[in-house]
């Protein structure tokens, strides 16, 4: 009896493995071509989360039993908080019951923190009221500040104005769009107008916001004043597309991409476990664990957002 293949039941086999070889290098070039972007997010992404992580600022800590002398020592616990919060605000509404619910652990949302200007840095101090201990972020000045000009020009009027334009439209946009609202627009966001002009023969970048005809004129060299870890992290938190093609609405069409990417990494890297019949078992494991951690994870971070108010 014959048992060899026929050509039939080859050709889909190797329809099948080129389609295969095709999604493996389309995995393989996307990410060679990104990498750089992959490297980008993946470092400052931490580097967002930990602001020790290749700091431009001095780092002092200064443990709590430090600080036993000192007024913060008196901060009550949230708990405590709570309560006397609770209580005012009975005692401010004597008509409503207010009572504090026990199952629920009061959280802090954050650091308490508060600011010294020096002559030549900026010294930031973090109050941790959860274990009363606090650390000193020292920032020191950039190595490109901006240099404002004409320091006496805050703000002008532009005829027409171009906020009151908007605002005596946004009720006709409504209309044609089939939405009915009433009452009066209020102003959301600071869209401004960014060019480059001179004065008296220095290049200077001027900024004008277009809510309240504030200007800020800077000398113009080049340099975007930023640090390089403060570059870096803003090209991670840059989102969004700007109404003209300039080099931030490029950078939006790679952060497409890299969404793009993502998901195909996903599904070309499902496909490519799939085919090693022996990883099956061990890599549906390993699925089930993700699944798990992250459904975990999401509810908690829905129940932490449902709790705490940013």
């Known amino acids: 009896m014959n048992t060899n293949p026929t050509p039939a039941t080859r050709r889909p086999r190797k329809a099948r493995g080129r389609i295969l070889m095709l999604l493996r290098r389309i995995h393989l070039y996307i990410g060679l071509f990104l990498l750089p972007w992959v490297f980008l997010y993946g470092i400052t992404g931490a580097m967002l989360n930990h602001n ?166 800077t000398r113009f060299t080049g340099d975007d004043g930023y640090s390089p870890r403060a570059f870096f992290v803003r090209l991670h938190t840059s989102h969004g597309q700007p109404p003209h093609w300039n080099g931030r609405r490029f950078w939006s069409l790679f952060i497409d991409a890299m969404a793009i990417a993502m998901v195909t990494w996903g599904v070309t890297g499902l496909l490519m476990w799939w085919q090693i019949k022996r990883t099956r078992r061990v890599g549906g494991i390993v699925i089930l664990l993700s699944a798990t951690t992250a459904a975990v994870m999401y509810y908690s971070m829905m129940h932490f957002y449902a709790t705490n108010q940013l």
């Open 52 to 217: 020790g992580l290749l700091p431009e600022m001095g780092i002092a800590p200064v443990p709590a039993d430090q600080l036993t002398d000192t007024a913060w020592a008196n901060l009550p616990s949230q708990t405590e908080m709570a309560q006397q919060v609770v209580d005012a605000i009975q005692q401010a509404s004597p008509d409503a019951k207010i009572e504090l619910d026990t199952s629920h652990t009061p959280q802090y949302s954050n650091e308490l923190v508060l600011q010294f200007n020096g002559s030549g840095a900026k010294h930031a101090v973090h109050f941790d009221p959860g274990d009363k201990s606090a650390w000193v972020a020292t920032h020191y000045k950039t190595s490109e500040p901006l240099e404002p000009l004409l320091r006496d020009v805050k703000n002008i009027d532009i005829t027409p104005d171009p906020f009151q334009l908007a605002q005596q439209s946004a009720s006709a946009v409504l209309e044609r769009a089939g939405i009915t609202a009433s009452g009066k627009p209020e102003p959301l966001g600071w869209t401004k107008l960014n060019f480059l002009a001179s004065v008296d023969g220095e290049p200077v970048r001027v900024t004008y916001v277009l809510r309240d005809g504030h200007v800020d004129i």
